[in-house]
């Protein structure tokens, strides 16, 4: 189906990923299309190796193919796509060293993220981070719900930090954590692990202990590395 074509300077339409409403009616087509090929790589829709041709995703999100082009062009900029002979376009596979780099990247960010929090965090701040490490172990939850409430528990560490170029190195990452695919808490007990390590981190930025909030948090990091290894195959390294 599709959409009528809209310059790359208009709104764009709400998009349905997954069943769910995705609220980019804000942003441009082109970052639209971008932002929902990208969520549809971090929650599993579109795999490694998954072929991406411009028609069949204009048609799958009722878009005009040139954002589409646009999103595509972007994400191969990136390495988050690339070239398969004539197969065209797939979706990158993160080689295990390549995994082990990004977390290693990962933990001195959210090491450093935490470490502000401790210094910066207003009660407010501190109030939401409680409310999200108590929502993070609501019974019932699947680990797709752990996972958003997760990034949410992080971006919320990140804000109370205070730090633009903190920032900036972080959403560096981020698109490239979408290729790790499905998530850590997909593996046994590593919810229950992951809800003890976020309680950790939080004490710490409570208590105002910069040094214990850093390394809690860069122990949480390591933790999810090693669960992220252990994966089985067929869920990517």
């Known amino acids: 189906m599709a959409g009528t074509p809209l310059s790359d300077d208009e709104a764009a339409p709400d998009l349905a990923l997954a ?8 942003l441009s087509r082109g970052e639209a299309a971008y932002r929902a090929i990208l969520d549809q790589i971090r929650e599993g829709i579109l795999k ?37 002979g004539g197969r065209g376009l797939t979706v990158r596979a993160l080689s295990p060293s390549e995994v082990i780099e990004l977390y290693s990247m990962r933990e001195i960010l959210e090491g450093a993220a935490a470490r502000l929090a401790a ?35 992080h971006a919320a560490i990140h804000r109370a ?14 698109d490239n954590i ?22 950790a981190i939080l004490d710490a930025i409570t208590a105002r202990d910069a040094d214990g909030a850093e390394q809690a948090a860069r122990a949480h990091m390591r933790a999810a590395l090693r669960t992220r290894l252990s994966l089985a195959p067929s869920h990517r390294p």
């Open 119 to 153: 210094q910066h965090a207003s009660p407010p701040e501190l109030a939401a981070l409680a409310d999200l490490e108590a929502a993070f172990g609501r019974e019932g939850a699947d680990y797709g719900e752990l996972a958003r409430v997760n990034r949410d528990f």
């Open 48 to 84: 490694a190796g998954d072929r991406l041709r411009e028609q069949d995703v204009a048609a799958r999100f009722g878009m005009s193919r040139t954002p589409v082009r646009e999103a595509l062009g972007r994400l191969l900029e990136k390495r988050l796509l690339e070239t398969a």
């Open 19 to 26: 069943g769910e409403a995705q609220p980019f009616a804000h």
């Open 161 to 174: 930090a205070r730090n633009a170029y903190l920032d900036e190195a972080t959403r560096v990452l981020d």
């Open 178 to 199: 979408a290729l790790l695919g499905i998530s850590t808490f997909s593996a046994p007990g590593r919810p229950e692990a992951a809800r003890a390590e976020h309680r």
